[in-house]
């Protein structure tokens, strides 16, 4: 079971490029490692998706060194409406068949971005 | 877009009722998740879907059913609710991409 950790909250500034770090030592060879964004009262809704080396997207970037044990999204130029709850996932869909491993969430990191 | 649809954003049950949690989905999507999500747990897997009348245990099943007679359709139910089943209930969908989920809006049950 791919346990992950994160911080659970952290604070910026707007303008400010912020980098949250998950923490997955178990991670196996078919997980994959996503990350969510939850606004209050919101389902969480989908950033990036990586399975190692480096991802960028429209919002984000995703850094996952070579061992895969723990991984960074980087939010460059955050404003007030980053402010969210984010959720790193660590699984793979497939593996949770046949009592497989499962998917799991961490606890998320509470992001406040201030003016 | 894509679009999960919960059938109520809150929902107040009695102890022992049978509850239902209806999800619907427009992407034809294959894969179907159920989640309670509870302050300083995050989210939790109940009932994973891959296909109709095929479902698969997370990691709290203990408590709850599920039910895929559509593909577009998957059910959450509790038996015999309790108060421990007091939570936000979130169903997700996914497709191809069967790693990135869409979530609906999320339902808030309280069990009194």
């Known amino acids: 079971l791919a346990k992950t950790t994160q911080p659970i909250s952290m604070d910026s500034y707007e303008g400010q490029e912020v980098n949250i770090t998950c923490s997955h030592n178990?991670?196996?060879?078919?997980?994959?490692i996503t990350w969510y964004q939850q606004f209050p009262s919101q389902g969480p809704r989908f950033i990036i998706q990586g399975y190692k080396t480096k991802v960028t997207n429209e919002v984000a970037s995703l850094f996952i060194p070579a061992d895969r044990k723990s991984s960074t999204l980087s939010l460059p130029r955050v404003s007030l409406s980053d402010t969210a709850v984010y959720y790193c996932?660590?699984?793979?869909?497939?593996?949770?068949?046949?009592?497989?491993?499962?998917?799991?969430f961490g606890t998320g990191t509470q992001l406040k971005v201030e003016l | 877009d894509v679009k999960v649809t919960q059938s109520s954003r809150y929902l107040v049950k009695r102890t022992g009722e049978k509850v239902f949690l209806e999800c619907v989905q427009d992407m034809d999507h294959e894969n179907m998740f159920w989640y309670r999500q509870d302050p300083g747990l995050g989210l939790r897997l109940i009932y994973f879907?891959?296909?109709?009348?095929?479902?698969e245990k997370g990691d709290i099943p203990e408590g709850y059913s599920v039910s895929r007679e559509k593909k577009e359709r998957f059910s959450l139910i509790l038996e015999s609710a309790s108060t421990n089943q007091t939570s936000m209930y979130l169903c997700?969908?996914?497709?191809?991409?069967?790693?990135?989920?869409?979530f609906g809006a999320g339902t808030r049950l309280s069990v009194l």
């Open positions: 996932l660590v699984g793979d869909i497939w593996m949770v068949t046949g009592g497989g491993n499962k998917l799991t």
């Open positions: 879907s891959y296909d109709v009348k095929m479902k």
């Open positions: 178990n991670i196996a060879t078919n997980d994959y």
């Open positions: 997700a969908s996914s497709g191809s991409s069967k790693n990135i989920q869409y």
